[in-house]
């Protein structure tokens, strides 16, 4: 009787259905709390949003790495959708890997690269929040703070990259994605100073360095991995 009771005590797990799927896609679109909110905020006022979100209040944006993962999701699907070809974090004829590709393995990592961009951006996240860490160690956030504020940034990197992409499709003008990008690096390196402090100079000269070795870490990382792939094939 009291293993009865204790089973009809429990809380009833309704199915998974078409209304539960709608209800957990409007909790993560409502404005007020969700990804367009969240979107907005770190796109307009990036280092006080993630202060914010560090500090103060977490209730009203979307957690960094699902809001990492969905946009990245989003953006993929949009590429294969319209057929995009863009190389953004491959080492595709990097460090002039064109040169000695006998001697590596970059088409496995390139094509795991191009279908988890949200693993990738996680990836380069990681090696950046490195040294962002080293040349930002007296202002005391810890490693994985940072890591919180370089995925809300790269969330936003690549929906705003896909609006610039989809309006070079529509147009046929690659200058506007090539421009898309100069503006996104140099949003990146703002977000970044402003988040240490929006008012100091030399926090955005330490951004762009940080950025800078950032990607070329991760990038050698990769070649360096592609070559013991190929060594131990």
């Known amino acids: 009787m009291n293993q009865e009771n204790s089973s009809e005590t429990k809380k009833e797990i309704k ?11 409007q909790h993560l679109l409502h404005f007020d709390k969700g ?13 006080k949003a993630v202060r914010e979100y560090l500090r103060e209040n977490r209730e009203k944006y979307v957690k960094p790495i699902v809001f990492l993962v969905f946009a990245a999701v989003i953006y993929t699907f949009i590429i294969h959708l319209f057929h995009i070809e863009v190389l953004i974090f491959n080492i595709k004829g990097f460090g002039g890997t064109q040169q000695w590709e006998h001697n590596l393995d970059t088409e496995v990592i390139n094509k795991w690269i191009d279908s988890h961009l949200g693993y990738s951006a996680l990836i380069i996240g990681f090696f950046m929040a490195i040294w962002t860490k080293i040349f930002f160690y007296k202002k005391g956030y810890n490693i994985f703070e940072i890591f919180v504020l370089l995925s809300y940034v790269f969330g936003v990197f690549f929906i705003a990259l896909l609006f610039f992409l989809l309006l070079s499709k529509l147009t046929g003008l690659l200058m506007i994605t090539q421009i898309g990008v100069l503006l996104l690096q140099v949003y990146f390196v703002g977000a970044i100073g402003q988040f240490f402090g929006e008012k100091n100079l030399i926090n955005y000269v ?26 131990f094939k």
């Not at 951004?207 to 792939?229: D, E, Q, R, V, W």
């Open 15 to 25: 199915r998974i259905d078409a209304s539960y799927i709608s209800h957990e896609i």
């Open 35 to 47: 990804f367009p909110f969240t979107f907005k905020e770190v796109l307009l006022r990036p280092g």
């Open 206 to 231: 330490k951004s762009l360095i940080c950025l800078f070795l950032g990607i070329i870490t991760y990038k050698y990382s990769l070649i360096l991995l592609a070559y013991l792939i190929h060594l």
